[in-house]
């Protein structure tokens, strides 16, 4: 008889609908996957019963429910503590409040794989409190898991290469890469080795937003932030105790000029009137023979002021970042144990289906250890 678990879903969007599709489509697993719960922001189909909801019309079912049958965060946590089977919260939100009910679920015994990356990257207090609370440290039998490898690198193997690394008794000295999909972009095609077209800053936005790579508002991706979220994860893990994404230096692409412009119209406007801030930048680099690439930084060697800092920095042409293509990811472990030859982990670094696929890897692992 295969064991089984209670899968619930927060977040039903392309993250959302791809993990679905991805969750239908496993192959010849040992495992029950029962889906009793999918949920939007206003609208959810619930399994009073907890038995799994027909899924080859859940996408017309939720659009169909009514309001009345979303669940505040305090109410999926009710349900969920009394799932008959081991369950699982699949969050693929980037909502701050459900992340902050995460302690919760947790001492209830629910788990979560998610790739929320608020949850993990807010105050110091929020992480504390979520991995206090979890069983991957306390050991208690009744507590739920927390995977989150989705938080940085989409399917990536980046933490879970981190954590392993940690856990076998390797010292971390120095982490770098690049993690905004987008960033990797812009600047693959702003800060090219070699001859090539130079192409304007704003250009390369524009481009960048036409072909979905970015946020509808691109300031969201320009700020920064969404790479410092990530490197807070990758600090804390590696043992430093970051307050906040925005407790160490992290340089904005945003001119300062346009930080007060309101409307995203106006922002993109006049954008190409600082175009000649980012040329000096690009041509000052390849006259060194270098290319510009938006990166983070944890440092964790001796004497280093800024142990984790995100911005742009200059590499030589047979740098592997250097090297990169389209809106790839790509991290360097440098540690004891690898020496002066980090470990590299490199390739598609966002999108819905690699998300996906990562919070699914996430799912499978929970379940291999909590399903009856």
Known sequence: ??????????????????????????????????????????KALVSKQYTPLPLKTWSSDLAAASSASALSPGDLAAYLEKSPLPVILVDNTSNEALARVYPLFLQQGVSIATPNKKAFSSELGLWTAIFKAAANLTGTEKRGLVYHESTVGAGLPIISTLKD??????????IEGIVSGTL????????????????????VVFKAKELGYT???????????DVARKLT???????????????????SLIP????????????????????AETEELRSDAAAQGKVLRFVGKVDLGDGV????????????????FASLKGSDNVIAFYTKRYGKNPLIVQGAGAGADVTAMGVLADVIKIAERIAK
């Open 1 to 42: 008889m295969s064991r089984a678990v209670n899968i619930a879903i927060v977040g039903a969007g392309l993250v959302g609908s791809a993990f679905i599709n991805s969750l239908q489509s496993l192959r010849s697993s040992s495992i029950a996957y029962n889906i009793i719960l999918i949920a939007r922001s206003s």
């Open 184 to 203: 990797s972009y812009i600047f693959n095609e702003f800060s090219t080795a070699g001859e090539g077209e130079v192409k304007k800053f704003s250009e």
């Open 165 to 174: 690394l940690i856990a076998t008794g390797d010292e971390i000295v120095k």
């Open 256 to 275: 300062k000029a346009l930080d007060s412009v309101e409307e995203v119209s106006e922002f993109l406007a006049r954008l190409p009137e600082y175009d």
């Open 233 to 251: 994860i990758l600090a804390r893990l590696s043992g430093l105790e970051v307050q906040s994404a925005t407790s160490f230096p992290v340089q």
């Open 215 to 225: 946020e509808p508002d691109p300031r969201e991706d320009l700020n920064g932030l």
């Open 305 to 320: 002021s800024d142990r984790v800092k995100v911005g742009i920095e200059k590499y030589d042409g047979s740098h592997p």
